[in-house]
């Protein structure tokens, strides 16, 4: 981590609603280059929708996105990976019908990575889909289509990366080896923001995390003192074991 | 060899020497003519379903204002008739890129309004307020221009362009995108790839091929009326047979076409009074069987094809 580095992604006040339903409600975070930030909260908390937004999957309905300083909020996802912006899914979203190789290729071709991503073999190997690189997506099982939504998003060199779930279904071992994986970027510069609801895996690689209840950032700092933070435990075990 | 030189050598020039020298071997030219028109609209559904997976139900509505663009252009600008089927090609264009808002529909609601705008294609040229301009219902008379050999020549150049796009969009990384844009348009997005305009490209490309084939079809058989031309029968033919040999592969409608339209005429000649319930019955056992085609014959058996 580097804690002096400039915040790369700065979220303030961000709003969204759907219908009358307010989502996000006044999100307000930052990350820097090569820190890893947990996103945690109880579910239906925003979490997702944080990420959808930042990615360009929906357009805010009040406050600011900025990547890099430049405002991004409402922009195309395309535009944004081109700038270096990228994700992961909850549920995994790889081209079904296309090999494993294939679904990187498409992101090799119309990233526009800035630095040039490693080779597509050693990105697959890497993650541990090497030997299933000529089949159709469809036939991963579900941790192996996460892992195939991590290599797309590498294979475009993002400088921002968000990761929805992705250690979710992991047994410990593999736990481990993703979560050295995501230090790994990390130090090697990537800003890194990571959801997830194990505590244990968020404990091991984020530097800081956010706490987000209704849509709204309860708790900002270490992990370790937001367990001890009466509001938090609140949120997360429900009202009447807080007190 | 890469790959794209191998399948138009292998595939779209023996095709097309077959078609060249057909018309001196076999006596029936209009049958050979069809056949041509066929291939190159099921390669047309081809491109924008196989690919992008858009069901065009209305994909007839393009290849009627490309015959239509071709009459007008011959009859009031007296433009030589070659010359008209490229302005054909540029009427359908046109119209693809006034119907782009039906790209933000999907599945049968993309198809229906698809059809539903084929269909105010058809009665917009039929309107016999418009018959100063394209004869309204009572039909257009070209035959200052006819000459079928000509023309079938000109559907050969057509199908020829046709295969090639195919080719390249089985062979590219823009026809790979295009795929991603059909199995899930979020994710293609979060690989870089444009979406929306892609999918227009694809829209586009294939209203090209349909104008263009209404163009030479209107030069081949010279009189026409607009219920000839927006016949639903084209798009339905060009669909089935596309869906039947498998899309998104250059070799799936070409197969698809040989051998629906193949049986179709062969049905037709020899037992014409159980010809519509034969043929229903090969549709619905091709729907039941065979949801992803012949070619999934060879794709399930982990054989690649082109
Ligand atoms: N597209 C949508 N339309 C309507 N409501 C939505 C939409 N997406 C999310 N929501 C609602 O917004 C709220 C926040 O959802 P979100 O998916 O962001 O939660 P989350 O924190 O990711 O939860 P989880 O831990 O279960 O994944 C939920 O109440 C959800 O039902
Ligand atoms: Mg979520």
């Known amino acids: 981590m580097s804690p002096d580095a400039a915040p790369i992604l700065n979220v303030a006040g961000l709003v969204k609603r759907f219908g009358g339903f307010h989502a996000l409600d006044g999100l307000s975070f930052h990350v820097a280059p090569g820190e890893i930030l947990g996103l945690v909260g109880p579910n239906g908390s925003g979490k997702t929708t944080a990420i959808n937004v930042v990615s360009g999957l929906y357009a805010p309905d009040g406050g600011e996105v900025r990547f890099e300083g430049q405002p991004i909020g409402g922009l195309a996802s395309h535009r944004l990976v081109h700038r270096g912006i990228n994700r992961t899914f909850q549920v995994p979203k790889p081209f079904m019908s296309l090999t494993v190789r294939e679904n990187v290729d498409v992101a090799l071709a119309y990233g526009r990575a800035r630095t040039a991503p490693p080779p597509v ?55 481990d080896w993703i979560a050295q994986r995501i230090k790994a970027l990390a130090a090697a510069g990537m800003a890194i923001i990571v959801v997830e609801h194990l505590m244990g895996f968020i404990e091991q690689i984020t530097d800081r995390v956010i706490v987000l209840n209704a849509g709204r950032d309860i708790f900002e700092g270490k992990l370790a003192a937001a367990v001890k933070e009466p509001q938090v435990i609140e949120v997360f075990l429900g009202g009447e074991h807080a007190r | 060899m890469p790959k794209l030189v191998k399948h138009l050598l292998l595939i779209v020039l023996p095709l097309l020497a077959v078609f060249a020298v057909a ?28 690919f992008t997976g858009y069901l065009p139900f209305g994909y007839v509505g393009f290849f009627g204002a490309g015959a239509y663009g071709f009459a007008i252009m011959v009859m009031h600008l007296q433009m030589p008739a070659a010359l008209a089927v490229l302005a054909a090609g540029v009427v359908g264009v046109v119209l693809g890129l006034l119907l782009t808002p039906l790209l933000r529909l999907t599945g049968a609601y993309f198809a229906i309004a698809n059809l539903a705008a084929s269909l105010a294609v058809l009665h917009l040229v039929a309107n016999p307020a418009l018959e100063s301009i394209t004869k309204g219902p009572y039909g257009v008379s070209l035959t200052g221009t006819f000459n079928p050999t000509l023309a079938y020549e000109a559907a050969l150049v057509v199908l020829a362009l046709t295969l090639g796009a195919v080719v390249y969009l089985r062979n590219s990384s823009f026809g790979l995108a295009l795929q991603a844009v059909r199995e899930d348009p979020v994710s293609a997005a979060m690989a870089g790839v444009d979406v929306v305009r892609m999918r227009m490209v694809a829209w586009l490309a294939s209203a090209l091929v349909a104008g263009l084939a209404g163009g030479v079809y209107a030069w081949y058989v010279s009189v026409f009326y607009p219920d000839n031309v927006f016949s639903g029968e084209f798009s339905i033919f060009a669909i089935v047979f596309a869906l039947f040999g498998g899309v998104a592969t250059i070799l799936g409608p070409i197969v698809g076409v040989l051998i629906l339209y193949g049986v179709y005429n062969l049905i037709g000649f020899t037992t014409p009074q159980y010809f519509q319930l034969i043929y229903g019955l090969l549709i619905m056992g091709l729907v039941l069987f065979l949801p992803a085609g012949l070619m999934s014959l060879a794709t399930r058996r982990g054989w690649h094809v082109p």
């Open chain 1, 121 to 175: 073999a050693q990105l697959l190997e890497d993650y541990r889909l090497g030997e299933v690189a000529a089949r159709p997506a469809a036939d991963l099982n579900s941790a192996q289509q996460k892992m195939l939504d991590l290599v797309r998003a590498l294979a475009t060199a993002p400088r921002l990366l968000l990761l929805d779930e992705l250690a979710a279904g992991l047994n410990p071992a593999e736990l």
């Open chain 2, 23 to 50: 018309p001196a071997v076999y006596q029936n030219h209009l049958l050979l003519f069809n056949f041509v028109i066929f291939l190159i609209l099921a390669q047309g559904v081809n491109i924008i379903y196989g």
